[in-house]
């Protein structure tokens, strides 16, 4: 078990640019999730994928912002014309047990710096 | 709409010291509530998390947490605190969400162990 994975750990980029996070789920895991961290706050979801569908996006996802799964296992998380506001930690996590109280378990996060 | 308090953003405590995180949630349904630990540069971990059943809950590290539903809390504590506690702490609440669970996070707490 390597746990989840996410690449690159740290990115930076110039306002406009586009940028692609990827992220491996542990292997056995058909649920994943996207948070985004700001410095000094906790974690926000983004987005949720049961095994390729997707099947929740947050507002705070805006049409900047796509997440794919394909066949579900890797997914990618792909941010546009990247603007200032962007700059944060994106996390990565999945889970496998159905229905509430499961444990996800996170990987260590992409950082994002626009400048 | 569920919400999450974490009501102390930095504690600093003396080593061997006790120590107490609060966390007060927000909720019109039953919830299940987590405690994750990050540490710096790194992903969050859980500690332990409050399904059902005794409202004490024994995590890993030698942390532990009350669930309070009359007070809507779900305090953390540890009696003796190590060096190795230093981190960022969050609480967060459990929404389900089509067959899975989105968690809603706190905004965190810096708990500093000094020697």
């Known amino acids: 078990d390597t746990g989840v994975s996410q690449d690159p750990r740290h990115k930076i980029t110039k306002r406009g640019q586009n940028v692609t996070f990827r992220c491996d789920p542990i292997?056995?895991?058909?649920?994943l999730y996207w948070y985004r961290q700001t410095l000094g706050q906790g974690p926000e979801f983004l987005t949720y994928?049961?095994?390729?569908?997707?099947?929740?996006k947050s507002r705070l996802l805006s049409d900047r912002f796509s997440a794919e799964r394909p066949k579900g296992s890797f997914s990618t998380l792909e941010i546009q014309r990247t603007e200032q506001g962007d700059s944060a930690m994106y996390l990565c996590?999945?889970?496998?047990?159905?229905?509430?109280?499961?444990?996800?378990?996170f990987g260590e996060g992409s950082r994002l710096t626009v400048l | 709409a569920q919400s999450v308090t974490q009501l102390d953003s930095q504690v600093p405590v003396f080593e061997e010291a006790p120590v107490e995180l609060r966390c007060n949630y927000s909720?019109?349904?039953?919830?299940?509530l987590f405690w994750y630990v990050q540490y710096p540069n790194q992903g969050l971990q859980l500690l332990l998390k409050?399904?059902?059943?005794?409202?004490l809950v024994k995590g890993i590290n030698g942390f532990e947490a009350e669930f309070n539903k009359s007070q809507t809390s779900f305090h953390l504590r540890k009696p003796s605190v190590h060096i190795s506690d230093t981190a960022e702490y969050f609480c967060?609440?459990?929404?389900?969400?089509?067959?899975?669970?989105?968690?809603?996070f706190g905004q965190g707490t810096r708990l500093t162990i000094n020697p």
């Open positions: 996590a999945s889970s496998l047990r159905t229905g509430g109280g499961g444990e996800l378990f």
């Open positions: 292997s056995e895991h058909n649920r």
């Open positions: 994928f049961q095994n390729e569908a997707q099947l929740e």
């Open positions: 909720s019109s349904v039953s919830v299940y």
């Open positions: 409050y399904l059902s059943g005794s409202t």
């Open positions: 967060a609440v459990s929404l389900l969400l089509q067959g899975a669970q989105k968690l809603v």
